[in-house]
């Protein structure tokens, strides 16, 4: 099959171009898949059918990752001018209109902020410029009690057993996953799974964080868990991980391929699988800007529904 261009004009969308050029810059499309806020299974498929529409391979794929084929550069090339100049008509067409004005402060913790958060508040702040945007790290249960105080509009936050949320409104932003963290050539790296007990003996070295999950899940199993680390970021515990001085559990999006002498293992456990939300204050009716920012926020392409749930629908705490 050949470039057909009639084809590709009427059958491709502007959304699965934007992933393409995302999966050229970030050279994986699991994080591609997580700076465009899809699954990564969704995000496979796009690419998929792009090349199968455009009648050549656009990527050449590698044990770590993905890099443009020929074709795919030149593709790559024509995007970036194209979303540059769809840039450009946004910010002129944006001219005859104030649009959405005020200030929003954002409350989140720094394992959301940095794989997720950055990229979505940069593109907000692209397209409402009359914006004040705020953001504030907290730890994770320290995010809810900034909302609900009145300290934040919005706060960013994972799910966690005993987080109170009372006084919240809470909606489903997006599901992560934990991981098992090894260094390379660990005993533990060939498993396809592991569990919490198969990390503990291994120096499991904790973020402060995920302190009180993790002295759960030993009581649990009858483990006395005294680490001998503690650390406040998911990069420190990597890079003792890669320092051979343990192992960790970070969520997936948070092991960038920066990270070259680790491996991940999937995490056999039920408190694995990751949950963010958004909350804001119960009864308190969010700005223009603030409403504005959420819709984004929740917003996904139609087929990746979000968790089972409509979207912009929150739980009251």
């Known amino acids: 099959m050949t470039f057909n261009r009639l084809r590709f004009i009427r059958q491709v969308d502007l959304f699965s171009l934007k992933l393409f050029l995302s999966a050229v810059e970030e050279q994986q499309i699991g994080r591609a ?48 001018s194209i979303f540059g100049q769809i840039e450009d008509m946004r910010a002129e067409i944006t001219g005859f209109d104030e649009g959405v004005r005020g200030e929003i402060t954002i409350a989140s913790a720094r394992s959301i902020i940095a794989p997720f958060l950055a990229h979505e ?17 907290l730890e994770n249960a320290e995010i809810v009690p900034a909302v609900v105080q009145g300290e934040a509009d919005i706060g960013v936050f994972a799910a966690a057993p005993g987080l109170e949320l009372e006084g919240a409104d809470v909606a489903t932003y997006r599901n992560d996953r934990l991981v098992a963290v090894v260094p390379k050539g660990h005993h533990l790296e060939g498993r396809q799974s592991v569990t919490f007990a198969d990390l503990v003996p291994e120096n499991l070295v904790p973020v402060r964080a995920m302190l009180g999950a993790f002295e759960t899940a030993a009581k649990r199993i009858g483990y006395d868990y005294e680490p001998k680390f503690s650390v406040r970021s998911a990069e420190v515990a990597i890079s003792l991980v890669e320092a051979g001085l343990g192992v960790t559990v970070q969520p997936e999006c948070l092991v960038g391929k920066e990270f070259e002498r680790v491996a991940t293992i999937e995490l056999a456990e039920s408190w694995a699988n990751r949950v963010i939300s958004i909350a804001t204050a119960h009864g308190r009716r969010p700005s223009s800007a603030a409403a504005a920012l959420i819709d984004q926020l929740l917003d996904r392409p139609l087929d990746t529904p979000r968790a089972g749930r409509e979207p912009r629908r929150f739980v009251t705490g």
């Open 121 to 137: 508040i940069g593109e907000f702040r692209r397209e409402f410029p009359g914006v004040e945007l705020v953001v504030r790290e």
């Open 33 to 80: 898949a997580i700076r465009e806020n899809i699954a990564a299974s969704t995000a496979t498929k796009r690419i998929q059918d792009l090349e199968e529409i455009a009648g050549v391979p656009l990527f050449e794929r590698t044990p770590k990752g993905v890099v443009p084929s020929p074709a795919g550069a030149v593709l790559a090339r024509y995007l970036r």
